[in-house]
Structures are given as C-alpha cells and as structure tokens.
C-alpha cells in the first residue's frame, strides 16, 4: 500500500511570513502627534522579535538594539534543548539521576517554569520534550506525519513531568529518566522579560517588544497607549484590538504557528501532556499579564485546557485576562478582559468559519 503523504507542512516561518503570523500586531494611533520612535527587527528563537521605542534619541535607540539582539541571540543558544548550550547540559546531566547545581542563568527558567507547571495542574509542562522531539516539532521542519501510536503510548506511560525534578536550592535531581525539558512555550516570554529590565535599566521608559506573538509594552507611544491587535486564527486579519497599560504584555498561542496537515488533518504543536497528542477543542488562546513569561506559558495551558476548564485553569494561574477561541470558531472572555477588546466582528457570533479555509 502507498504510503499517505502530508498534505501541507508548516515549520517555523520565514521572516517575511512571519509578520503575517504574529499573535499581536502594533497598531498605528491615528490621529495622534508625531512621536520620535526607533523600530528594529531580527529574527531568533525561531521568530521575528520587533522592538519599537518611543521617546528616544538615536544614539541610546541603537545601543538597546545591540543589546536586545545580543540577549535574545545568547537566549537562542542557552535555552534550546537542541542546540550545544546550557539547557542540552542541563538535561544530560539531569538524565544521569544524580544531583547537581543548576548554572545561575538558567536557574530562575527551571524554577519559574515549575511553578507554572504546578499552578496549572501540569498542562503547561516543559518536561515533555522528549515528545516535542517524537512529533518532530523540535525542528525547524516538522516531520509530516504523526509518530507510531506505539510510541506515543510507550513514552507516555513513563509519565514526565516537571514534578519528577527534586530541588534543594540550586541543586536539582532528576528521578525519570524519561523527563526533558523543553522551554519552548516559555523561553520567548521570557527573554521579553529580560529585554524590558534592560531598557528600564538604560532609563527607556517607553517600549514594545514583540517576539512573534509574545509581546510586552511598557510607558506609552507618545500621547496615546500602545495599541495591538489581536491576530485571527487561521487566517490573515485583525479579530480584536487592544489598548494596553502602562506595562502589560499580551500572549497568543494557537494551533496556527506550527503545524502540518495529514491524511485531512490538523497536527499542531501545542501537546497534550496528558495524552501525548496535539491539544483538542481550542484554535487558539490570548492571555494579558504582567509578565511576559508566566503569560507564555499561561496562553500554552489554556489550549491545552479547551473550552471546558479554560477559566479554572486561568483563575489557578492568577491570570483575570483571558481569551479562548474553541475548534468552533466560538469566543469566550473572561468578563475581566471583555469591555477592554474592541472587535472586528461580532464575538458572539464568533469566527465564521468559512472565512478561514485552513482546516
């Protein structure tokens, strides 16, 4: 028998292809003054990251891009499980069984990551990547089709989870040899995180910084709040736009950005570390928050969730502001979020599902 072969692939996207795919996208302000404003972009962590500051003068403008892009490109190398850095010797040395001090840098991603993993009931679980590099998801060109069924049940009975780290200060112990981590679903937050501390260390009090969908904004753009819009799912297009306070950030995920299409169905990157298998119900999820990080990996948890414990799992990770699109094109709001979105269709109706062709 011939084998099936994927209908449509979609890896990390090109630079140029990902402005499109952006979870939030910076609005002009019309009718506002004319504010002197700096935008950069580059291209890491397998996205674009737009930086915009307002308020600037050139000279300090182009030292903080060197220094966002230089931290971002340290990120890259150090919180990738599969490149030659300190995460891909963290989990060398955690598969080993025995304890060790974790490396000062990536200390507050482990612990921050498992309190996240904890407070959302292990949904958001970044000790899965040994099934992120099953799906193939790991690359930069996803493998095409769905691994062995066999295989998704062996690695799932061995049940990784971030639980199965024993932490003593900065001593860690690994007790299942089957745990990886992969930062993947909170790395990009927090790394805008960091990016933000820089520029208020450099005295910029006005700043967005965007890495393809995790975005976080602080001060203003000149008289008028930042202002983002909130990407539809599945396709080209602005569903809702936001005005944003003095330091918010905004976090999209969704079934969109990295996925391919087999035997006439969708395979996504957001895993279920309950069953193994691509998150079920929900296209897409939109969190606001204070921090970026616990927004990235909150936006994760929330499509893992679905459309039936979305709010409890929302309320136990501290998060008011929340969005959820199910598989039906529907849209739910926590009632924290709801008078602040301004939509460009009607949201009871939700998405009309034969304006997004993709499956």
């Known amino acids: 028998m011939q084998a099936r072969r994927p209908e449509r692939i979609a890896g990390r996207q090109a630079p140029s292809a990902a402005v499109l795919l952006l979870g939030a996208l910076v609005l002009t302000a019309c009718g506002a003054r004319p504010t002197p404003v700096h935008e950069f972009q580059f291209f890491a962590m397998?996205?674009?990251?737009?930086?915009?500051?307002?308020?600037?003068?050139?000279?300090?403008?182009?030292?903080?891009?060197?220094?966002?892009?230089?931290?971002?490109r340290r990120a890259e190398g150090d919180w990738d499980a599969w490149r030659p850095g300190a995460l891909a010797r963290f989990n060398?040395?955690?598969?080993?069984?025995?304890?060790?001090?974790?490396?000062?840098?990536?200390?507050?991603?482990?612990?921050g990551s498992s309190e996240l993993s904890r407070r959302s009931h292990g949904l958001f679980d970044p000790a899965i990547?040994?099934?992120?590099?099953?799906?193939?998801?790991?690359?930069?060109?996803?493998?095409?089709?769905?691994?062995?069924?066999?295989?998704?049940?062996a690695l799932m009975r061995r049940r990784p989870a971030m639980s199965d780290l024993r932490w003593n200060g900065r001593e860690v112990q690994?007790?299942?040899?089957?745990?990886?981590?992969?930062?993947?679903?909170y790395a990009k937050g927090y790394a805008v995180d960091l990016a933000i501390a820089h520029l208020r260390g450099v005295r910029i009090a006005n700043a967005l910084v965007n890495a393809g969908g995790d975005l976080r904004a602080i001060g203003r753009r000149g008289e008028r709040p930042w202002r983002i819009g909130i990407r539809r799912p599945r396709s080209?297009?602005?569903?809702?736009?936001?005005?944003?306070?003095?330091?918010?950030?905004?976090?999209?995920?969704?079934?969109?950005?990295?996925?391919?299409?087999y035997d006439g169905k969708r395979y996504h990157h957001i895993l279920d570390p309950r069953t193994g298998y691509p998150a079920q119900g929900a296209m897409a999820a939109?969190?606001?928050?204070?921090?970026?990080a616990e927004g990235d990996a909150a936006a994760t948890a929330l499509v893992v969730a679905g459309p039936s414990e979305w709010q409890a799992v929302a309320h136990d990770m501290g998060i008011a502001q929340a969005m959820l699109i199910d598989g039906l094109g529907r849209i739910h709001l926590t009632e924290a979020l709801r008078p602040r979105l301004r939509f460009t269709i009607d949201p009871e109706r939700g998405i009309p599902m034969d304006m997004d062709p993709k499956p």
Do not use: C, K
């Not at 809702?240 to 299409?261: C, K, N, P, Q």
């Not at 939109?286 to 970026?292: C, D, F, H, Y």
């Open 286 to 292: 939109t969190v606001i928050s204070r921090g970026a």
């Open 174 to 185: 690994g007790t299942n040899p089957a745990v990886q981590i992969d930062l993947g679903a």
């Open 236 to 261: 080209a297009g602005v569903l809702a736009t936001l005005e944003l306070g003095e330091d918010e950030s905004v976090l999209t995920s969704g079934d969109y950005e990295r996925f391919f299409m």
């Open 46 to 72: 397998g996205t674009l990251v737009e930086v915009t500051l307002a308020n600037v003068e050139n000279a300090p403008a182009q030292e903080a891009r060197r220094a966002i892009e230089g931290l971002f």
């Open 92 to 111: 060398r040395r955690l598969a080993g069984g025995r304890p060790f001090a974790v490396d000062a840098d990536l200390l507050p991603l482990l612990q």
């Open 129 to 153: 990547g040994r099934l992120t590099e099953l799906w193939g998801f790991h690359r930069d060109e996803s493998r095409g089709r769905p691994p062995e069924p066999e295989a998704i049940a």
